[in-house]
Protein backbone atom coordinates (compact mmCIF):
# COMPACT_ATOMS: atom_id res chain seq x y z
CA UNK A 1 0.00 0.00 0.00
CA UNK A 2 1.68 3.35 -1.28
CA UNK A 3 1.07 6.79 1.29
CA UNK A 4 -1.27 7.82 -1.51
CA UNK A 5 -3.88 5.16 -1.68
CA UNK A 6 -3.78 5.73 2.29
CA UNK A 7 -5.37 9.03 1.50
CA UNK A 8 -7.09 8.15 -1.99
CA UNK A 9 -8.66 4.62 -1.96
CA UNK A 10 -8.18 5.30 -5.97
CA UNK A 11 -4.46 5.34 -5.30
CA UNK A 12 -4.06 8.67 -7.01
CA UNK A 13 -3.08 11.94 -5.60
CA UNK A 14 -5.21 14.65 -5.28
CA UNK A 15 -4.63 18.81 -6.20
CA UNK A 16 -7.38 21.23 -5.80
CA UNK A 17 -6.24 24.86 -7.05
CA UNK A 18 -6.59 28.00 -4.53
CA UNK A 19 -9.64 28.39 -6.90
CA UNK A 20 -11.67 25.37 -6.78
CA UNK A 21 -13.96 23.59 -4.26
CA UNK A 22 -17.24 23.70 -3.53
CA UNK A 23 -18.12 26.67 -1.23
CA UNK A 24 -21.24 27.34 0.78
CA UNK A 25 -22.50 29.83 3.06
CA UNK A 26 -24.56 30.57 5.52
CA UNK A 27 -25.39 33.35 8.07
CA UNK A 28 -22.19 34.75 8.60
CA UNK A 29 -19.34 31.98 7.67
CA UNK A 30 -18.50 30.80 4.50
CA UNK A 31 -16.96 27.17 3.92
CA UNK A 32 -14.95 25.86 1.00
CA UNK A 33 -14.30 21.62 0.50
CA UNK A 34 -10.88 20.74 0.26
CA UNK A 35 -11.57 17.55 0.42
CA UNK A 36 -14.68 15.03 0.85
CA UNK A 37 -15.12 12.20 2.44
CA UNK A 38 -16.09 10.64 -0.93
CA UNK A 39 -12.54 11.15 -2.51
CA UNK A 40 -11.03 10.07 0.57
CA UNK A 41 -12.94 6.58 0.81
CA UNK A 42 -14.91 7.84 4.17
CA UNK A 43 -11.55 8.60 6.01
CA UNK A 44 -11.98 12.42 6.60
CA UNK A 45 -13.50 15.42 5.60
CA UNK A 46 -11.29 19.19 5.05
CA UNK A 47 -12.82 22.12 4.53
CA UNK A 48 -11.27 25.84 5.14
CA UNK A 49 -13.82 28.42 7.23
CA UNK A 50 -13.71 32.03 6.92
CA UNK A 51 -15.07 33.14 9.89
CA UNK A 52 -16.07 37.04 10.44
CA UNK A 53 -15.93 39.25 13.23
CA UNK A 54 -19.31 37.80 15.53
CA UNK A 55 -18.87 34.43 13.18
CA UNK A 56 -18.97 30.86 13.91
CA UNK A 57 -21.61 28.37 15.13
CA UNK A 58 -23.69 27.23 18.42
CA UNK A 59 -22.75 25.04 20.87
CA UNK A 60 -22.81 21.45 19.88
CA UNK A 61 -21.57 17.97 19.78
CA UNK A 62 -20.34 15.70 17.19
CA UNK A 63 -21.07 12.17 18.14
CA UNK A 64 -19.57 10.22 14.72
CA UNK A 65 -16.38 12.51 14.21
CA UNK A 66 -13.52 13.98 16.03
CA UNK A 67 -12.95 17.79 14.85
CA UNK A 68 -9.27 19.32 14.65
CA UNK A 69 -9.00 23.05 13.40
CA UNK A 70 -5.69 24.67 12.32
CA UNK A 71 -5.80 28.52 12.86
CA UNK A 72 -4.45 30.34 9.51
CA UNK A 73 -5.28 33.96 10.12
CA UNK A 74 -6.93 35.81 12.64
CA UNK A 75 -7.71 34.78 16.09
CA UNK A 76 -10.93 32.48 17.48
CA UNK A 77 -12.39 31.98 20.59
CA UNK A 78 -13.07 28.02 21.52
CA UNK A 79 -15.02 26.50 24.11
CA UNK A 80 -14.40 22.96 24.74
CA UNK A 81 -16.40 21.36 27.34
CA UNK A 82 -15.35 23.57 30.49
CA UNK A 83 -12.38 25.16 29.06
CA UNK A 84 -12.47 28.19 27.35
CA UNK A 85 -9.54 29.44 25.15
CA UNK A 86 -8.55 31.78 22.38
CA UNK A 87 -6.17 30.08 19.58
CA UNK A 88 -4.41 32.04 17.12
CA UNK A 89 -2.44 32.18 14.02
CA UNK A 90 -0.40 28.42 13.52
CA UNK A 91 -2.21 27.20 16.56
CA UNK A 92 -3.81 23.62 16.55
CA UNK A 93 -7.11 22.50 18.52
CA UNK A 94 -8.40 18.39 18.79
CA UNK A 95 -11.81 18.53 19.65
CA UNK A 96 -12.65 14.36 20.30
CA UNK A 97 -16.64 13.27 19.64
CA UNK A 98 -18.97 13.57 22.13
CA UNK A 99 -17.42 17.05 23.53
CA UNK A 100 -19.85 19.95 24.09
CA UNK A 101 -17.62 22.87 21.79
CA UNK A 102 -18.10 25.78 19.65
CA UNK A 103 -15.83 28.62 18.17
CA UNK A 104 -16.32 32.02 17.85
CA UNK A 105 -14.68 35.04 16.01
CA UNK A 106 -14.72 37.85 19.08
CA UNK A 107 -12.00 40.08 16.87
CA UNK A 108 -12.53 42.98 14.84
CA UNK A 109 -10.49 40.41 11.78
CA UNK A 110 -11.52 37.68 9.35
CA UNK A 111 -10.56 34.37 10.62
CA UNK A 112 -9.56 31.87 8.85
CA UNK A 113 -9.60 27.72 9.77
CA UNK A 114 -8.73 24.26 8.27
CA UNK A 115 -10.95 22.02 10.00
CA UNK A 116 -10.99 18.40 9.74
CA UNK A 117 -13.81 15.56 10.76
CA UNK A 118 -12.33 12.35 11.30
CA UNK A 119 -14.17 9.86 10.03
CA UNK A 120 -15.44 12.09 6.84
CA UNK A 121 -19.00 12.46 5.83
CA UNK A 122 -20.08 15.28 8.07
CA UNK A 123 -19.83 17.65 4.77
CA UNK A 124 -23.11 16.61 3.75
CA UNK A 125 -24.74 17.76 6.76
CA UNK A 126 -23.25 21.51 5.50
CA UNK A 127 -24.62 20.52 2.09
CA UNK A 128 -28.23 20.02 3.34
CA UNK A 129 -28.34 22.85 4.98
CA UNK A 130 -26.60 25.87 3.79
CA UNK A 131 -26.28 27.70 0.08
CA UNK A 132 -23.51 27.48 -2.36
CA UNK A 133 -21.43 30.06 -2.79
CA UNK A 134 -20.03 31.33 -5.73
CA UNK A 135 -17.42 33.31 -3.88
CA UNK A 136 -15.87 34.50 -0.74
CA UNK A 137 -17.02 37.86 -1.44
CA UNK A 138 -20.38 37.16 -1.83
CA UNK A 139 -22.63 38.60 0.83
CA UNK A 140 -24.20 36.05 3.45
CA UNK A 141 -27.54 35.43 3.53
CA UNK A 142 -29.97 37.17 6.22
CA UNK A 143 -31.99 33.80 6.84
CA UNK A 144 -30.89 33.04 10.30
CA UNK A 145 -33.79 31.83 11.57
CA UNK A 146 -34.02 29.42 8.41
CA UNK A 147 -30.67 28.05 8.46
CA UNK A 148 -31.31 27.17 12.69
CA UNK A 149 -34.61 25.64 11.42
CA UNK A 150 -32.56 23.56 8.91
CA UNK A 151 -29.81 22.36 11.31
CA UNK A 152 -32.09 21.59 13.77
CA UNK A 153 -33.78 18.84 11.52
CA UNK A 154 -30.60 17.53 9.96
CA UNK A 155 -28.95 17.07 12.69
CA UNK A 156 -29.68 13.89 14.23
CA UNK A 157 -29.20 12.39 10.57
CA UNK A 158 -25.67 13.24 11.20
CA UNK A 159 -25.43 12.23 14.95
CA UNK A 160 -25.26 16.86 15.75
CA UNK A 161 -26.61 17.88 18.95
CA UNK A 162 -27.23 21.41 19.37
CA UNK A 163 -26.96 22.52 23.56
Not at 88 to 98: E, L, S
Not at 116 to 144: C, H, I, K, V
Request: hydrophobic residues 35%.
Amino acid sequence: MTIASVFNPNGQALHLPSDEGLMLVGPGDWYRFLVTSEQTGGMYTVMEAIVPPGGGPPPHIHRREDETFYVVEGQCDFVLGDERITAGVGDFVNVPRDMVHHFHNASDELTRLIITFTPGGLENFFFDTLERATSMDQTPPDNLDEVVARYVEAAPKYGLEFV
